[in-house]
C-alpha cells in the first residue's frame, strides 16, 4: 500500500492506495475507503510489482489502521462528521479527562464541541486552526 499525502487549497488528505483490480483501484482518503474506476491503461502498461509484505522489527511510528482500544494505549479522537477546525482547546502534553472539551469543529454552519473519549495524556495534534477536516480524521492523540 502507497502512501502519500496532497495539499490541495489549504487542505491536507492522507491518501493511501491499495491494491488495484482490473480498472478499480482501492483508494483510501484520511481514513475514508473509496473504490475508484480508473481509465484503461494501453497493453504496454508497466505491470504493477508485487511484493511480500515484510515484519516490522519495530513499532511503526503511525499504523494506518488503528484500534481505538484502551488495550493499544493510544486512542485518536475522531471528527464525527466532516468540517472546519475553529479552536483547539488542548496542548501536546496535556493531561485529560474523558468528556474534556478538546476540539471545536464547524459543521454545517454549527460549531460542534469534541471531547476526549478517555482520560490520558495529549501525545499528538494532528490539525490545525482552520483546517478542513472529513469524517472520521484523527484530530488528536491521546495516550
Same mark, same amino acid.
Given at each position: 500500500?502507497?502512501?502519500?499525502?496532497?495539499?490541495?487549497?489549504?487542505?491536507?488528505?492522507?491518501?493511501?492506495?491499495?491494491?488495484?483490480?482490473?480498472?478499480?483501484?482501492?483508494?483510501?482518503?484520511?481514513?475514508?475507503?473509496?473504490?475508484?474506476?480508473?481509465?484503461?491503461?494501453?497493453?504496454?502498461?508497466?505491470?504493477?510489482?508485487?511484493?511480500?509484505?515484510?515484519?516490522?522489527?519495530?513499532?511503526?511510528?503511525?499504523?494506518?489502521?488503528?484500534?481505538?482500544?484502551?488495550?493499544?494505549?493510544?486512542?485518536?479522537?475522531?471528527?464525527?462528521?466532516? +468540517?472546519? !477546525?475553529?479552536?483547539?482547546? @488542548?496542548?501536546? $502534553? &496535556? #493531561?485529560?479527562?474523558? =468528556?474534556?472539551?478538546? /476540539? *471545536?469543529? %464547524?459543521?454545517?454552519?454549527?460549531?460542534?464541541?469534541?471531547?476526549?473519549?478517555?482520560? +490520558?495524556? !495529549?501525545?499528538?495534534?494532528? @490539525?490545525?486552526? $482552520? &483546517? #478542513?477536516?472529513?469524517? =472520521?480524521?484523527?484530530? /488528536? *492523540?491521546? %495516550?
Amino acid at each position: 500500500m502507497k502512501e502519500y499525502k496532497y495539499k490541495i487549497n489549504g487542505n491536507v488528505y492522507k491518501v493511501a492506495i491499495g491494491d488495484i483490480e482490473d480498472n478499480i483501484a482501492h483508494v483510501e482518503v484520511n481514513g475514508t475507503s473509496y473504490k475508484v474506476e480508473m481509465e484503461k491503461a494501453p497493453k504496454e502498461a508497466v505491470k504493477p510489482v508485487v511484493r511480500p509484505v515484510a515484519k516490522p522489527t519495530a513499532a511503526p511510528a503511525a499504523p494506518v489502521a488503528r484500534p481505538a482500544t484502551a488495550s493499544t494505549g493510544k486512542s485518536g479522537v475522531k471528527s464525527p462528521l466532516p +468540517g472546519v !477546525i475553529l479552536d483547539i482547546k @488542548v496542548n501536546v $502534553g &496535556d #493531561s485529560v479527562k474523558k =468528556g474534556q472539551l478538546v /476540539v *471545536i469543529l %464547524e459543521a454545517m454552519k454549527m460549531e460542534n464541541s469534541i471531547n476526549a473519549d478517555r482520560d +490520558g495524556k !495529549i501525545t499528538a495534534i494532528n @490539525v490545525s486552526k $482552520g &483546517d #478542513s477536516v472529513l469524517e =472520521g480524521t484523527d484530530l /488528536v *492523540i491521546i %495516550e
